[in-house]
């Protein structure tokens, strides 16, 4: 580990910084201490697809990972340095859907929507990619700025599913690293993946889903004024309308109460009897 | 074809969704969970008292209420008829 990354950034040999282990070696776990971050980046994922083992590699902290469904109830924070940049790494509880109907999708959602991370990592399994992705198309609608982290890939070796990944990149407009996080393997790809988008090295050009219709289209142009005259600083104000339309009873409450767009206050909401997210303990 | 729901799928045969008559939340979440057409389901495990029974799709396993698999209509595969 380099204690002064900016010597290996003046040396700048190209070769060297597609290296895996060069990027490995630019790595510095910092806990829990997130203060003066340059980036947020936020880890989103089906449950059980090891958030929170990616979270572990990259931040050194410890916490809770386990195979069953449901164990990251709340956000947890942590963070890490790399090769220049200070980043905070949020692992959100695990969700099938960003149209969410459990108390834990709605606060990854609000997060991906609201908390506006400068990349938002999904995690999905390699062994049952078609439902995973149905996740990330639904990240793809609120934000370009995605990397697909291909975790378990191991398992899907075992069980001889071949994925064809950068097939699967360019179709979906956004870097796709295959992973298998509890080896380590892929760790420094995902860094440099996170790098690249935060740098604008990559500029992802992602897949969207298509709603056009003419009548979805009259109402969200009658809708969507409103929504961004009575919430200015909403990142996405065509996605909000989308989920009133779609009858979205989270989205409807939190205008009414006018917490649309707070992170806290809407995670409160979400879980009343929750003070603080971070449940992690230090290693 | 005769039209056929979720319930009404027999073990060791393989189907594919056609559409969902369910409305409302639980048709966004059967959606979300991978029920959408197209789709292939079969029976992976039968309750004894018979409900609920577990249905793979998608790789994965997920198990619905006779009511809620009602919701869902779907056709015989070609292989299983």
Known sequence: MSANPEIHSSVSLRSCEKCPLHNAANLRRLGVNTVGFDHVVALLGNPNTGKSTVFNALTGLRQHVGNWTGKTVARAEGAFHHRGRTFKLVDLPGAYSLFSSSHHEEIARDFVLFGQPDVTVVVVDATRLERNLVLVLQALEITDRVVVALNLMDEARRHAIEIDVRALSRRLGIPVVPMAARQGEGIPDLLRAIEEIVSGAFVPHPRQVNHQSESLERALSDLVPQIEAEFPHLPNARWVALRLLDGDHSIIQAIREGTLGNVDQMERRAMPSLNRPGLIEET | ?81
Do not use: H, W, Y
């Open chain 2, 1 to 81: 074809m005769s039209a056929m729901t979720l319930d009404q799928l027999p073990q060791g045969k393989v189907a594919v969704v056609q559409s969902l008559t369910i409305q409302g939340e639980l048709r966004r979440r059967l959606m979300d969970l991978g029920f959408v057409p197209g789709a292939q389901v079969e029976v992976e495990m039968r309750n004894p008292l018979g409900d609920p029974r577990a249905f793979r799709v998608m790789g994965s396993v997920v198990a619905l209420r006779r009511e809620q698999a009602a919701g869902i209509t779907i056709a015989l595969s070609e292989e299983s008829r």
